[in-house]
């Protein structure tokens, strides 16, 4: 099932990221992980993919046994900094013939031992590749704080509009975590006259090292409420990975109630913490508008 249909129909929807190992020993416990996670029935779940494509063939077989066996729709991500059109279109008649039908595009991270391929240098040229090669349904990144090599704010809502109009049918927000900043990222995009569906991108911070992680990676924003509860818990792992969950719920449960039905949790590969959050909104995400 194509991902628009699904955040089409009027409803919240609650999906989940995973992914794969970046070597073959880890491949059965991550594969364990996802699967435990496809148990839940998400609305859809993605697969990500290592910069350069070096994960693409474990992406692939994640995703098409998520898609296969576990009938969850599932949405494989493909970079392209480091690619040649030669490897993306042959991961793109790999995703078709395993039943994938949902592609999330990214420009992807330029690894830091290698450098990148001169065919691609911005995700909407992916779009257009994907668009010209397969029936896909075709995600997008976005960025509520703006993307740390964006000038400014307006010049990365102009590269979204790009994303758009080269043919993406959703876009999913980088991790944030004061919803006023969506909910103004939100106001300027449609004002810019980008109407399609954004899913919120959330991350259940469950230990304080993923903070330090995520401040040097983007930059995010951590507002006070967030930090006090990191400042309390953060060394104390059981309570902090509590707090974390409950904090992003209640994220969600915020969202959900002013209108932004879709939301995307960037798990880790945990299924406890999936389940924990899934469980605390069942009643939530059983409501229409």
Known sequence: MKIRDILGQGRPTLSFEVFPPKTEDKYETVEAA??????????FMSVTYGAGGGTSRYTVDIAAALNNEYHVPTLAHVTCVSSTKEKVRGVLEELKRRG?????ALRG???KEGRPAHDYQYASELIREIKQNGDFCIGAACYPEGHVESVNKTEDITHLKE???????????????DNNIL??????????????????GIMPVTNASQIRRICQMS????PSRFKAVV???GDKPAAMKQAGIAYATEQIIDLIANGVNGIHIYSMNK????ERIQASLSEILTCEE
């Open 183 to 200: 909910y103004n990222y939100l106001y300027r995009i449609r004002e810019r006259g980008i109407t399609v569906p954004v899913v919120a």
């Open 231 to 233: 400042d309390r818990f």
């Open 109 to 111: 991270d330029i690894p």
């Open 34 to 43: 996802a699967r435990e996670i496809a148990k839940l029935s998400p609305s």
């Open 219 to 222: 930059g995010t924003y951590l």
């Open 163 to 177: 994303k758009v109009e080269a043919g993406c049918d959703f876009v999913t927000t980088q991790m944030f975590f």
């Open 271 to 274: 299924p406890d913490v999936a």
């Open 100 to 104: 994938i039908e949902n592609v999330l």
